[in-house]
């Protein structure tokens, strides 16, 4: 294969790989917009159960509206666990771009260094609304249960299952937003070496 054929054969692999990332990245913002509506309407049908005129006390199980006014913050966290997956997938294939093409100098490929060097410059990047978003919801949603038990009037048992239920909540959106973070601050260069012995074993092969 001529150098030109294997150039234009690169660079079509290239494009293949940035189509790969942009889809993810698509994935990132439909389920960012698909949670935000799902837990918006969820928010919408249980707020007037709560604050309606008959209250919780009128519900036929004031407990399981309580538990069911955390649905919204349950369904934030699962969203934001699936994009901390996506963002991950992002950066390891963006290293892989860098690994097998632009540290082998492929004319007209520079991204991902450039994008390294921007995150060196500016610490990392800021997609923190998806977070913040999500905290939002989950805040209205455990005020939502709080509202929902105070308001129905039941026992000490049922306000420490609620109380357990609401600090569990927020407790795993945090930890959810940590793995976030450090997706976000990844260390680049010693993630694009977990490529480098698959580049050597690809080379030593051929």
Not at 166 to 183: G, I
Request: with cysteine; proline share 4%; hydrophobic share 50%.
């Amino acid at each position: 294969m001529s150098d030109e054929h294997e150039h234009a054969f690169r660079l079509e692999e290239y494009r293949h790989i940035s189509a790969a990332i942009i889809d993810l990245d698509g994935r990132i913002m439909t389920v960012f917009g698909l949670s935000l509506a799902a837990a918006g309407t969820l928010l919408g049908v249980t707020a007037p159960a709560v604050f309606g005129e008959a209250g919780p006390a009128g519900h036929t199980a004031p407990l399981a509206l309580a538990c069911w006014s955390l649905a919204p913050a349950l369904l934030v966290a699962a969203a934001l666990k699936v994009q901390v997956n996506l963002r991950r997938d992002i950066i390891r294939l963006g290293l892989y771009r860098k690994v097998f093409f632009e540290e082998d100098g492929v004319r007209g490929l520079r991204w991902e260094s450039a994008l390294e060097r921007f995150r060196r410059t500016f610490r990392g990047e800021t997609n923190d609304p998806i977070p913040m978003a999500y905290w939002l919801i989950a805040l209205a949603s455990v005020t939502l249960s709080w509202s929902a038990t105070r308001r129905a009037g039941v026992g000490a048992l049922a306000w420490a299952i609620v109380l357990s239920v609401t600090v569990a909540v927020p407790a795993l959106l945090k930890r959810l937003h940590a793995e976030w973070l450090d997706v976000i601050r990844s260390d680049l260069p010693v993630i694009a070496e977990e490529w480098k012995p698959v580049k050597a074993d690809l080379q030593h092969s051929v």
